[in-house]
């Protein structure tokens, strides 16, 4: 069965490429008006791509970097049924996160430790180093097409321990992480294959689902 369109290939833009891309085609993409944490921190160039692996559900994922002129606290992010999962590329030692107006979490991170954010909530964060991470924005439309697609129960929640070190969610945010440096040689299946293992471990370890099955992608057959 196909799981995605072949006419919504894996997008990807860099910065003002994205800009130049959308006025092409006269659609808007690129970080801006995609990625709300980027958004929120005020970063206008970003390595980022979107995909839909599941039909009719777009995730997104972004490599951040917060220089010295991004400190601070950032703008709040709007609620939404979402989930952020954010995988730190180097040891940052504090960091505040912020919910309606208040500070919730302050700690620090070990490089590929993880973090998951539901978005239900109206969060910001107060950032006080420079640092890297890969960032997940995964619809809840995403997980539930998952979760439909493999046959599993829908998932009430996602949730780690903030800072837990995963080292398989740290190799695949690598994979799309080093997608993200060579944009021009990007496999957009192999990308939605990444995206899709990525919400099977989620699913399998932080929403108590056990041993998520990964659905079939387009132009894979079951035996490979």
């Known amino acids: 069965m196909q799981r995605h369109s072949d006419t919504l290939p894996t997008r990807i833009a860099v910065g003002a490429d994205a800009a130049r891309v959308a006025q092409a085609s006269g659609e808007r993409r690129g970080p801006a008006p995609r990625d709300p944490i980027a958004r929120s ?59 309606r107006g208040r500070p919730v979490l302050r700690q620090g991170y070990a490089a590929q430790s993880m973090r998951i954010v539901n978005l239900q909530d109206e969060y910001a964060a107060n950032l006080l180093q420079p640092h890297e991470t890969v960032v997940l924005h995964i619809p809840r439309l995403a997980l539930d097409g998952f979760t439909d697609d493999a046959g599993l129960a829908r998932l009430g929640h996602l949730a780690c321990e903030p800072g837990l070190v995963d080292p398989v969610f740290g190799h695949l945010a690598g994979a799309l992480s080093a997608t993200l440096a060579l944009p021009a040689v990007a496999n957009s299946l192999f990308v939605d294959q990444v995206c899709l293992s990525a919400c099977a471990h989620l699913a399998g370890h932080y929403g108590g689902q056990r041993s998520a099955p990964l659905p079939a992608a387009s132009g894979l057959s079951p035996g490979m």
């Open 41 to 99: 921190i005020g970063l206008d160039t970003v390595s980022s791509l979107s995909t839909r692996p599941i039909q009719g559900a777009r995730m997104t994922v972004s490599r951040l970097s917060i220089g010295a002129d991004r400190l601070g606290l950032t703008r709040p992010v709007p609620a939404e049924d979402a989930f952020v999962v954010a995988v730190y590329l180097h040891d940052l030692a504090d960091h505040e996160l912020w919910s």
